[in-house]
């Protein structure tokens, strides 16, 4: 899906992502772990065109972004949906309309896949509900629901769980496996917290200084099945 080649970029002299050489595969869950700053956001931006590289080759679908028109991009800009830590919703539209919007700004308003997507997400009772009106978990399945409606290949997630309580992130991970299972849909998952990638990804990639320091496989297996109780989920962790 994506082939990164020695991708570098510079902010003013200095480098939020340098010599990045990573390969992701159509249909994985890869994680990308780091402190701030580390440079994970910018990574994504590189992956979803909205950055150039300073430096280096991105590979999308084996053609070279590098070369690509303004026009081939915008066309690989649609294959990508994005989910942010803080929903990005917008508050004067409900939860129908904000799922509904990326379609209807292209002019391809479809009732149908917008319910499936309310029903998926579970918030067919909130449908006409606004931001305000709902919880951090319920904002962040609006826009898990609203980055699905154009059916991505691939979802970016920028620290999508780290403003939620263990439960609601639970709910939120449960649903991005499901999404990658039963739609085949690449997911990158950046995140600080171990513990989520631990959980959701196969593949951990670490980052330091803007540099990939290493990349785990995840054999954690057992951990896929946490079908756990939010009780026991508090007493596994203090009682360990
Ligand atoms: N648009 C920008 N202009 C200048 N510096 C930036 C910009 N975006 C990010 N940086 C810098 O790049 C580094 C990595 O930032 P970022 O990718 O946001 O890290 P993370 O998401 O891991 O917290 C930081 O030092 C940050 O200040
Ligand atoms: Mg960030």
């Not at 053609?63 to 929903?87: C, H, L, P, T, W």
């Not at 896949?113 to 919880?135: H, M, T």
């Not at 939120?172 to 739609?183: A, C, P, R, S």
């Amino acid at each position: 899906m994506y082939k990164l080649e020695n991708v570098s970029k510079k902010y003013n002299d200095k480098y939020a992502v340098q010599n990045f050489t990573l390969t992701i595969e159509s249909g994985s869950i890869t994680g990308i772990v780091g402190k701030s700053g580390s440079g994970k956001s910018t990574l994504l931006k590189l992956l979803n065109f909205i950055e150039q590289p300073t430096e280096g080759q991105i590979i999308f679908e084996d053609k070279a972004i590098n070369d690509a028109s303004k026009k081939v991009i915008r066309k690989y800009k649609e294959k990508i949906g994005m989910v942010f830590q803080n929903y990005n919703l917008l508050n004067n539209l409900n939860v129908y309309q904000n799922i509904a919007l990326p379609l209807k700004i292209i002019n391809k308003e479809d009732q149908h896949k917008v319910n499936e997507l309310i029903q998926f997400v579970g918030l067919e009772d909130k449908a006409k509900s606004y931001p305000s009106q709902l919880s951090g978990g319920e904002k962040q399945r609006v826009s898990l629901a609203r980055a699905l409606v154009r059916n991505p290949d691939i979802l970016l997630c920028d620290e999508a769980t780290s403003s939620l309580d263990e439960n609601n992130t639970e709910t939120i991970i449960k649903m991005l496996k499901n999404i990658n299972h039963e739609f085949n849909i690449t997911i990158i998952f950046v995140t600080h917290e171990l513990s989520v990638v631990k959980q959701l990804c196969e593949k951990v990639c670490v980052m330091e200084d803007g540099q990939l320091l290493d990349i785990i496989e995840n054999r954690n297996k057992s951990a896929e099945k946490n079908t756990a109780s939010y009780l026991e989920n508090v007493k596994r962790s203090i009682e360990g």
